[in-house]
Nanobody
Framework: QVQLVESGGGLVQAGGSLRLSCAGS????????MGWFRQAPGKEREFVATITWTGGTKNYADTVKGRFTISRDNTKNTVYLQMNSLKAEDTAVYSC???????????????????WGQGTQVTVSS
C-alpha cells in the first residue's frame, strides 16, 4: 500500500518556525516531483511548494517565498518543508503530494499530483 505520511505540525506563535516532514512508503518517490499544499478552513486548497526529484528545481507560492524552504532526502523517501517567520495566515492543514510521472516538471495544480497524504495541522497564533 502506497502511503505519504506527514508529521511536524503543531501550534506556534507568529514569527516562529516549524519543519514538516512527509515520508513515503510502499514505493519509492526518488524519481518523482513532490510538493506541499495547504487548506485553511473555508478556503480552497492552495499550492505551497514543489521540488523535482533531483532537488535542482523548486517552485514556491508567492505568499511563502523567502520564508519557506522545500527539500528532500531520496535515501529516506522523504520531503521536508521548513517554515520560518510564520504568520497567522499560514494556519492550515498541510498535505504533501507526489507525482507518478518521472519528469522535471514543478506543477502548482493539485490535479497534477497522484498520491496524497492525510495532512498535518499547522496553527499560528498571533
Amino acid at each position: 500500500q502506497v502511503q505519504l505520511v506527514e508529521s511536524g505540525g503543531g501550534l506556534v506563535q507568529a514569527g516562529g518556525s516549524l519543519r514538516l516532514s512527509c515520508a513515503g512508503s510502499g514505493r519509492t518517490f526518488s524519481r518523482n516531483t513532490m510538493g506541499w499544499f495547504r487548506q485553511a478552513p473555508g478556503k480552497e486548497r492552495e499550492f505551497v511548494a514543489t521540488i523535482t526529484w533531483t532537488g535542482g528545481t523548486k517552485n514556491y507560492a508567492d505568499t511563502v517565498k523567502g520564508r519557506f524552504t522545500i527539500s528532500r532526502d531520496n535515501t529516506k523517501n522523504t520531503v521536508y518543508l521548513q517554515m520560518n517567520s510564520l504568520k497567522a495566515e499560514d494556519t492550515a492543514v498541510y498535505s504533501c503530494a507526489a507525482r507518478t510521472l518521472r519528469d522535471i516538471a514543478v506543477p502548482t495544480t493539485a490535479a497534477s499530483y497522484d498520491y496524497w497524504g492525510q495532512g498535518t495541522q499547522v496553527t499560528v497564533s498571533s
